[in-house]
């Protein structure tokens, strides 16, 4: 068993694999300052919980945006579980090129997220990752990296309109009931999804028109994007497990 952990601006997401079949998944919040003790006895207290034994972790991997975590984290896998982790980064083998201008730019998550959708989706295939930014990430059909684009996620826009904003609520994340809302909540709601789906049509034609990519399947992941896709043709996947099969895959391309 391998133990898959992204680190996000929001959650660490930890997966446990045996081949290709996920046995658990299950968060901790990455904003929350931990020493490795604390992360190394939460996760072996996880493990515990959904029936694993952390002796039996043999391998794991890590792909974060988040530099500050990264010592006591590391730290904690290779005490409390015994596995020095692959972290994903310069060097580590891909199976993508990643032709876009300045590579090391390129955070660890969406190289993940790439990996996962070319293998299992083949391309030219269009990423969205609806999570605290919204990115729209393009692999063509060789396994090129072509395009990045990055915009502000849900949570973002949320957050500035109740910090900001001086009679604004905070408010769940939700698609309300129709558009021509009457309320500060529901409107609140309502401009947050419908631009939110607006938005990611667009820019899915703009890239499909400007890339000529007329083939280019569309997959979307990410903790709101469930949301998302719900409600647009235009993305044709969701697909919640995607950066956590890319860390597997990895590691697996890492370990032959």
Not at 124 to 151: H, K, W
Not at 175 to 200: C, D, F, H, N, R
Not at 213 to 242: N, P, R
């Amino acid at each position: 068993m391998i133990l898959v952990v992204d680190v996000g601006n929001t959650n660490i997401n930890f997966g446990v694999y045996e081949g290709e079949k996920m046995l658990v998944m299950f968060k901790l919040m990455s904003k929350l300052s931990r020493t490795s003790d604390e992360y190394g006895l939460a996760i072996r207290e996880l493990l515990s919980l959904n029936d694993i034994n952390h002796k039996e972790i043999t391998g794991a991997i890590i792909a974060s945006v988040v530099p500050n975590v990264m010592h006591s984290l590391t730290t904690a896998i290779e005490r409390y579980v015994n596995c020095k982790p692959l972290i994903v980064g310069p060097g580590i083998k891909t199976g993508i090129k990643i032709a876009i201008e300045n590579p090391k730019e390129l955070g660890a998550d969406r190289i993940v997220d790439a990996v996962a959708a070319y293998e299992k989706y083949g391309g030219p295939v269009l990423i969205l990752d609806f999570g605290t930014a919204t990115t729209y990430d393009l692999v063509s059909a060789d396994g090129s990296f072509i395009v990045g684009i990055t915009a502000p996620g849900l949570r973002i826009s949320a957050k500035a309109l109740w910090e900001d904003t001086a009679k604004l609520p905070e408010i769940e994340i939700k698609k309300p009931a129709s558009i021509l809302t009457q309320e500060t909540v529901s409107s609140m709601q309502a401009g947050l999804v419908y631009g939110q789906i607006g938005q990611s049509e667009y820019i899915i034609d703009k890239v499909r028109e400007e890339s000529g990519l007329t083939d280019m399947k569309v997959i979307a992941t990410g903790g709101l994007g469930s949301i998302i896709s719900k409600e647009t043709k235009k993305i044709e996947v969701y697909d919640k497990f995607l950066t956590l099969d890319g860390l597997r895959i990895l590691y697996e391309k890492n370990h032959r």
